[in-house]
């Protein structure tokens, strides 16, 4: 009994840290490029170079560092990691509100992507505490909570940055991941660790080897990376676009957090429903009707004269997504080991 009211209150808490989380990570990206602009003076081209790598500085250090943390999770227990996430990047966000030129703001973004790992090890956690005929239910939990929080998070922050001020939404973000780390330390109990040994490891080298295809796995980890990085081209010039279109009038911060929502609104809506047609029709179908509607929006936003365009087409580019991201990982759960 104890037991199930232990992975009970983890789901609990760990759900709503994750919405929390999922707020704080998305309410900061509609206006960051504009932060951007306010640290010095910058040409056109300037502030779109300085956009795209304080956006991308976070992933870089984050590849490079999540095996790492990976492996220590393992050894140490997920709670450690979660506690390390959640406090490192709570103090990096308040930080990011007192810098005063771009470099700083640069190095903060790579330091968050160095302490990364909310998210992934919150689900390490409940996947490994709940019991398994509750898995699939705790972890849809997890996920929804997450793109609740996520959606949310750009009229959340654009909002605050419009009302306030961009310093103060950084101490708003670095002070929502000081809850999810107060909920973590005080509601969140791993019990029964067991650390995986150096043999256990070593045993996970020769899977790869095992699988059925590891060709078709290989080309679907390359297609994500090339969805990612469409969509990551164009998220760190969404705010400057929307000032451009809208000639530097009008609630800019607001306006652009809106538009930075409708493609995960979009995607929250559709995403079942595509799953379900995939199932039907094949999944490699709707990945490539998703590859050739993302083109031709892309294509058209280039054209686009005004902010309601520009939504419209996002709104119907999170359709697009919800062709790809889902489907592609619902081809790797697919995929079985040969037995």
């Excluded at 095992?210 to 980890?221: C, D, K």
């Amino acid at each position: 009994m104890k037991a199930k009211e232990t992975w009970r209150k983890n789901l609990i808490a760990l759900s709503i840290s994750v919405f929390i989380a999922g707020i704080a990570f998305s309410e900061v990206m509609p206006f960051l490029s504009l932060y951007i602009d306010t640290l010095g003076h910058f040409t056109h081209r300037e502030l779109n170079l300085w956009s795209g790598l304080v956006f991308s500085g976070i992933y870089f250090v984050s590849a490079v560092v999540s095996p790492w943390w990976g492996k220590l999770a393992d050894k140490k227990g997920r709670k450690p990691m979660i506690l390390r996430a959640s406090l490192g990047m709570a103090i990096i966000l308040a930080a990011m509100g007192l810098v005063t030129n771009v470099w700083q703001l640069f190095f903060l973004r790579m330091a968050q992507g160095a302490v990364s790992g909310f998210v992934s090890n919150s689900n390490a956690l409940i996947a490994t505490e709940v019991p398994k005929n509750k898995s699939g239910q705790a972890l849809g939990t997890m996920s929804s909570a997450f793109t609740a929080g996520n959606l949310l998070g750009p009229f959340v922050g654009g909002a605050l940055a419009s009302i306030f001020s961009y310093r103060f939404t950084f101490f708003v973000t670095g002070g929502l991941l000081l809850i999810c780390f107060l909920l973590s330390v005080f509601f969140v109990h791993e019990r029964d660790f067991k650390p995986v040994t150096s043999k256990k490891l070593d045993k996970t080298s020769g899977v790869i080897h095992a699988l059925r295809s590891p060709q078709l796995i290989f080309g679907l980890l390359i297609t994500t990376m090339i969805i990612q990085a469409a969509n990551n081209s164009i998220n760190p010039i969404i705010s400057l676009f929307v000032r451009q279109l809208m000639h530097n009038h009008g609630n800019v911060v607001f306006v652009s957090g809106v538009v930075a929502a409708l493609p995960g609104i979009a995607t929250f809506l559709a995403a079942s429903r595509f799953g379900a047609w995939g199932d039907q029709i094949g999944t490699h179908k709707i990945i490539l009707y998703g590859f050739y509607g993302a083109t031709i929006l892309f294509f058209l936003t280039s054209f686009v004269q005004n902010v309601w365009e520009l939504g419209i087409l996002r709104f119907l580019i999170g359709f697009t997504d919800a062709c790809l991201f889902p489907q592609v990982q619902t081809m790797l759960t697919k995929i079985r080991l040969v037995s």
